[in-house]
């Protein structure tokens, strides 16, 4: 099994073009989050889907868009980057959204926007 | 004031020794995550607890309900160890959206 797998692993970007990260899971997760990660701060949550064809919003949503393809794929778009988006970037999934269900880490992508 | 607080922030051991890391909350929880991230970046969870004690080889986790408090030890310490160790929680009655720590890196030296 390869969990969760996330590419690209590195990407640099100019101020105001877009990308697009992808995210997919091989454990028939229903659950699944994109954390942004900064120095000296926890991982923050940005969208997160309960299930397959939902999507919600976490703590920073601004200045981005997920699309959750099918039950395995979850990809984060980044319309018009900004210096402010310098981060990385973590996929994440969980069979369900409680408790009992712990996460399940992609291993990143860093992303730079100059 | 974090919802999240961790202490401390760094910590340098020598190979051997006994290290504990400390996790502070302030809110109702359901289930607190140590959560455990190589220099290479990836994390990987080492364990999730809602009451008492856990117990991995070397690593233990317990955890206060009632002081809000929790603690990850490790025992007979190794460069190995060396890693950012992550506290999150998730709130009581919340969906699975984990309230994380910043963090402790560790450094264990040969």
């Known amino acids: 099994n390869a969990g969760v797998t996330q590419t690209p692993k590195f990407q640099v970007l100019k101020t105001g073009q877009s990308m697009t990260l992808q995210c997919a899971q091989d454990?028939?997760?229903?659950?699944m989050y994109w954390y942004r990660q900064d120095p000296g701060m926890g991982l923050r949550l940005i969208y997160y889907?309960?299930?397959?064809?939902?999507?919600d919003k976490g703590e920073v949503p601004n200045g981005y868009n997920v699309s959750r393809l099918n039950k395995r794929e979850f990809s984060l778009r980044l319309e018009s980057a900004a210096p402010s988006q310098t981060s990385v970037y973590f996929c994440?999934?969980?069979?369900?959204?409680?408790?009992?269900?712990?996460?399940?880490f992609g291993n990143g992508t860093r992303l730079t926007v100059t | 004031k974090n919802e999240v607080e961790q202490s401390p922030q760094n910590l340098t051991a020598q190979e051997g020794e006994f290290i504990t890391i400390n996790c502070s909350y302030s809110?109702?929880?359901?289930?607190l995550h140590w959560l455990q991230q190589h220099p290479g970046g990836g994390i990987v969870s080492l364990f999730m607890?809602?009451?008492g004690k856990k117990k991995h080889g070397r690593l233990i986790a317990t955890i206060n309900i009632q002081e809000k408090h929790s603690s990850l030890h490790i025992t007979a310490s190794h460069p190995r160890d060396s890693a950012v160790y992550i506290c999150?929680?998730?709130?009581?009655?919340?969906?699975?959206?984990?309230?994380f720590g910043a963090g402790t890196r560790l450094a264990v030296h040969p």
């Open positions: 994440a999934s969980s069979e369900s959204g409680t408790a009992n269900s712990p996460l399940h």
């Open positions: 454990m028939n997760h229903n659950s």
């Open positions: 889907s309960a299930s397959e064809g939902t999507t």
């Open positions: 809110v109702g929880i359901s289930a």
């Open positions: 607890l809602s009451s």
């Open positions: 999150a929680v998730r709130r009581s009655g919340g969906y699975n959206k984990l309230i």
